[in-house]
């Protein structure tokens, strides 16, 4: 494939390799050659395999956990990238991780998803595409082209494929108020908001729920999982105010610490969950993983291309 930028090439880190695999054969296109490794003292090695001189290159790397390692090895191919002369840097970074440190919040604390931006563009990317981002708003520490994917429509086909009879849809804290009234206007359904207070960085407690969920088959959505906390206990929360089927359609799957043992004990049906994280094993008995691949193989046609991406969501 040719365009302004030169030909299209593929190159992926180690965080997600299937992903990787998967986008590229969306594409028809080879995954470029490269070492990705470690030297004996665990500073990433990385070595290009190819001549990419003014290609059009595109680097597949979520900074899922372990998020400092996958982190750096993006910056270190971003690097190796422009030293090599690339005609055009595209970070393709599904899971944008840090992103929920994004504001000053309180005295004395960093805001790293700025400093994962400021590093990102220091390191040579010319544009980034990513999915979900926690707070879209973080575009906005780029001085360079975002594309900000959603992984909506790929969850909605499933959920409409339950047959939900008059579903209300859920965000499980204020803040993904937003991202649920989008799900809510493609069901032509209610909303329903959980009103969550964070006590640490593990525990939350629910003070009400705003909505009508009683007697309802209830769509909780949100941007990630993590420890499995807020999901669990919105859950809990709807269906002992009488809620009936509870689907769960959530973007990443980060899920670490008690998340799977959480949501194994959590009264629901179903849990929809993309693939921009590579899946945990054991994972969730009711899981189902939809793939980002074909989304990020056409977005990925029309940066090249200079087409509309969001076009690709109307
Ligand atoms: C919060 O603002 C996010 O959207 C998620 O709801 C939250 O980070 C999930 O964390 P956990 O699964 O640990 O409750």
């Keep these: 494939m040719t365009s302004a930028f030169g030909d299209i090439t593929l190159i992926a880190g180690t965080a997600h390799p299937e992903l990787a695999s998967s986008i590229a054969d ?26 990419i001189r003014g290609r059009d290159v ?10 400092n390692e996958a982190w750096v090895e993006l910056l270190l191919l971003l690097d190796t990238l422009r030293r090599a002369s690339a005609g055009r840097i595209t970070a393709v970074i599904p899971y944008y991780g ?10 004395r604390v960093p805001i790293s998803a700025k400093v994962v931006a400021n590093t990102i563009v220091a390191s040579g990317a010319d544009r980034v595409v990513t999915l979900d981002m926690h707070a879209a708003q973080i575009q906005g520490f780029f001085d360079i082209p975002v594309d900000h994917l959603y992984a909506r429509p790929i969850l909605l086909d499933e959920v ?20 649920a009234r989008a799900y809510a206007k493609r069901l032509n359904a209610d909303l329903a908001i959980v009103d969550k207070r964070r006590i640490s960085g593990t525990e939350t407690t629910i003070e009400h729920i705003i909505g009508d969920v009683e007697g309802r088959n209830c769509v909780i959505v949100d941007d990630l ?24 359609a959530v973007t990443h799957a980060v899920f670490c610490g008690p998340a799977v043992e959480r949501l194994d004990a959590a009264p629901v049906d179903a849990i929809l969950v993309t693939d921009s994280i590579p899946p945990k094993e054991p994972s969730p008995r009711k899981l189902k993983v939809c793939s980002i691949a074909p989304m990020v193989a056409e977005t990925i046609q029309n940066i ?11």
């Design 26 to 51: 969306a594409l028809g296109q080879p995954l470029a050659q490269a070492r990705v490794a470690r030297f004996s003292d665990g500073e990433v090695d990385i070595k290009l395999d190819e001549d």
């Design 58 to 67: 595109f680097v597949l790397q979520p900074t899922c956990p372990p998020v």
């Design 98 to 107: 840090y992103a929920r440190k994004d504001r000053k919040d309180e005295g």
């Design 160 to 179: 409409v494929a339950m047959g939900l009879e008059n579903p209300v849809v859920v965000t499980p804290d204020v803040g993904g108020t937003k991202m």
């Design 225 to 248: 999982i993590s420890t499995g906390g807020s999901i669990t206990q919105a859950a809990s929360t709807l269906k002992a105010k009488g809620a009936k089927a509870i689907v769960i």
């Design 304 to 314: 090249h291309f200079s087409k509309s991406v969001s076009s690709l969501f109307e």
